[in-house]
DNA sequence: TCTGGGGTCCTAGGACCC
DNA sequence: TCTGGGGTCCTAGGACCC
């Protein structure tokens, strides 16, 4: 039996050297990505129209501290980072700690253009691989041959040089028993490193981390651990399992247990199927339900027609349909109604959603608001056709959602 | 200086069925 | 009238991840 052997790569700073590629003369310099300024960098190009966009000067690019909006960081270049700067932070306390950095807009076409050609890359040499996201994957090393060699690493290394030859792009890659220590392991030689770990090496490498290193402790988690004493992954594996799970819950304590101890069964999941899909926008300035209704009512359309699209182009039908709104205090609020076939058009969408926002509070600002739809089948799928059968009672507990006024327009809103 | 957008999974209560 | 237990579906909120 071979032994098992899960890499868990992740690409080096991606959004941001995605646009080092194209332009290499910000190489070194802190460089931010995030916000939505694609105008600015469209006017940077037409001012040097004709010159290759690899020759226009570093000055000439927008800088953090002439920066406004409420975007946050996607990615920082390691020297950004250096002046603390760091992905999911905003853009306003970023312009404070380094005004000096270049702002970049995600370029999300390019983004996903060498996602896949990276991704494509790892395929073609081990077949296995588990989609994290954008710029990240986990691979089964253990039936590939050659994955076996020096724990794996000749495999990283062979991976490492493909990805680099396609793509002009560095990868960090970890090797070890299951997803959970991989995780952690390709974080230890980041950027452009390989780190091998072994289940041996739990207790000397993984103990002595803070509980936050565990891919599924959270803010939330770390708080309470905190108040516990608890503050390394070795201070969660010194205690009973019963003990965790008094404290955390059946579910979640006995889990944490086991992660401490390095232990992971997970397999590497090579599709799956998508559970809901959403478009939510944030807007420029907190929106009131009255005043700005005409506003609000545009907008709520515009994402109903733009998740339509998004399941019409996707090829799904779904039959849970909701809102999501974010006050001007950050709490959340969602609504959501289930009807009894599959839909993917916007009339309907927007019709339900429209029953949905009757049901919630609307007495403070708006600064979020957000279209779902869930219960997906795949378009044509028997399932999708399926109507309850004869005697199944109507859902549960509410009416079916009443007709309501005409999709056009935007006054029509609540 | 407030903190994006796209997701997944879990919990918990109530309705309703067998 | 009072007693169940097990299971599914729906809804709302929340933690967490990339």
Redesign the pocket.
Known sequence: MPLRRIAHLDMDAFFASVELLRYPQLKGLPVVIGGGRREVDEMVRKQYAGLPLGEIPASAFPLLKDYVG???I?TATYPARQFGVGS?M????AA?LCPQAIVLPVDFEEVRRYSRLFKGTIAEIAPVVED?????VYIDFTDVPGGQREGGRALARLIQRAILEKTGLTCSIGVAPNKLIA?MASEFNKPNGISVLYEADVQAKIWPLPVRKI???????EVKLAKLHLHTIGDIAAQEREWLVDNF????GAWMHDAAWGRDDRPVVTESE?????????FDRDLHAVRDRAELGSIFTDLCKQVAS?LQRKGYVGR?I?IKLRYDD?R???????IDHFIADAKTIRQVAGQCLK?VPLDRRLR?L?VRVG?LAKAGSPEAHALPAVGT?A????RVAEPSPPFEGTLDLF
């Open positions: 409420r975007g946050v996607t999911a905003g853009m306003m306390k404070r994290r996201g954008v710029d990240e995780k891919n599924g402790i959270g803010p939330k988690a819950g059946k579910s979640y998508p559970v809901s899909m959403s478009r939510e926008t944030t998004d849970t909701g950050f959340i609020a969602t609504r959501d109604h289930t049901r979020l957000g219960k009672p859902p549960v507990g509410h």
